[in-house]
């Protein structure tokens, strides 16, 4: 089957994987500035290597762009070799304005879509602009983001947890302000496979990092991470029963500081006290 040309009337459909995909890397690394009255454009520059990303943007967009390169000297390298792709049209600029794309400064206003979206595909875009997928130094898998924006940080935390069962807890670097969330091992493999799917749109050597994870194995000398078992009222009452946490810890199969903790916790009014079991 031929495939079809995308149409004005289903640009940035966000239900559409590779809009949604499209719409997460320009909330994330898109630039969306006025000009003279209606006069305006939208631009997105990266590594000339990842060239080809904007190829599909400009297939994907059915109206008028371009793409140019330029080679100049930065912060970070002598000469760094960069494409740019531009979007004029004021329709489309206004349709990714109302989706949640703002104009000027952005980073710490973008977030997650209000209309359905795809939610992966939203994600796998946001992580190709501002993320990074690959090994740590210690040889370890992991999935990561940087962002400003709380609720792209918090929207990443809620999902990853639904896929992996990780739970993670967003809190910003006090020297700049930014969140960095990161996954590794077993949690970063899973959420890995599912972002970068085989035939999703993404940049060509993050998708090939995210297939690397998989062939990662835990060593058999390294034990997987505690996770965090919580409380419950059933707990609460045995232990406050008891009064002391040594007796209670061998009931309740928990370590002697964790109920000593507890019980501190529920004696000072830090926690509330569990309901009478009648």
């Not at 004021?90 to 879509?113: C, D, F, M, V």
């Not at 194995?217 to 045995?238: C, F, G, H, L």
């Amino acid at each position: 089957m031929a495939e079809r040309e995308p149409s004005a009337h289903q640009f940035m459909d966000l239900t559409v994987p590779e809009y949604a995909y499209m719409f997460g890397f320009l909330q994330a690394d898109g630039h969306l500035a006025k000009g003279a009255g209606q006069k305006g454009r939208l631009t997105v520059e990266i590594n000339a290597r990842d060239v080809e990303l904007l190829r599909e943007f400009q297939r994907l967009t059915p109206y008028n762009t371009s793409i140019t390169e330029r080679t100049r000297s930065t912060n970070f390298a002598e000469t760094h070799h960069s494409a740019t792709w531009t979007l004029c049209s004021l329709e489309a600029r206004t349709k990714l304005n109302q989706l949640g794309l703002p104009y000027g400064r952005k980073s710490q206003k973008i977030t997650p879509p209000r209309v359905e979206f795809s939610r992966r595909d939203y994600l796998r875009g946001v992580i190709d602009a501002d993320g990074s997928v690959g090994y740590t130094g210690k040889g370890w898998p992991f999935v990561s983001l940087t962002t400003a924006s709380t609720a792209i940080g918090a929207y990443l935390c809620h999902y990853a947890k639904k896929v992996t069962g990780a739970e993670r807890i967003i809190k910003r670097n006090a020297r700049d302000g930014i969140y960095n969330v990161l996954y590794t091992m077993e949690t970063a493999q899973a959420l890995g496979a599912h972002l970068y799917y085989p035939g999703c749109l993404s940049l060509e050597r993050k998708q090939a990092a995210a297939d690397s994870l998989a062939s990662w194995s835990r060593p058999a000398e390294m034990r997987v991470a505690y996770t965090k078992r919580r409380w419950n009222e059933r707990e609460d009452r045995i232990l406050l029963e008891h009064n002391n946490p040594t007796s209670a810890a061998e009931a309740l199969g928990r370590t002697i500081q964790s109920c000593s903790l507890r019980l501190w916790r529920l004696r000072s009014g830090r926690v509330p006290m569990p309901a009478s079991d009648k």
